[in-house]
């Protein structure tokens, strides 16, 4: 199985700073994309950020200049740091990633359960 668990969602002040970590565990023999998407209350799921393998990034245009998407191989782990926060990045945060459990297997994408991110004063 291979499990993946975000953690450092909170309560933020607008302006203010959060950092995300998602982790994945499991019987994993490579991962290669990984992203973070949002979704807001009564809104779609929205893709945020997404990093390859070999560190090439993209984002959403309402983030960028704002969020940062990195990861660490070595530790299977990617990151999400939001600065600028606004109210309207209020939403719960999930990460996904592109993972091969056994080499010559395929690829399939597997989910976090989310880690909820409020914006308010």
């Known amino acids: 199985q291979v499990q993946l668990v975000e953690s450092g969602g909170g309560l933020v002040q607008p302006g203010g700073s959060l950092r995300l970590s998602c982790v994945a565990s499991g019987s994993i023999f490579s991962i290669y994309t990984m992203r973070w998407y949002r979704q807001a209350p009564g809104k779609e799921r929205e893709l945020v950020a997404s990093?390859?393998?070999?560190?090439?990034?993209n984002s959403a245009d309402s983030v960028k200049g704002r969020f940062i998407i990195s990861r660490d191989n070595a530790k299977n782990t990617v990151y999400l740091q939001m600065n600028s926060l606004k109210p309207e990045d209020t939403a719960v945060y999930y990460c996904?990633?592109?993972?091969?459990?056994?080499?010559?297997?395929?690829?399939?994408?597997?989910w976090g359960k989310g880690t909820l991110v409020t914006v308010s004063s």
């Open positions: 996904n990633a592109d993972v091969v459990r056994y080499r010559g297997y395929k690829q399939y994408i597997y």
């Open positions: 990093v390859t393998s070999d560190g090439i990034t």
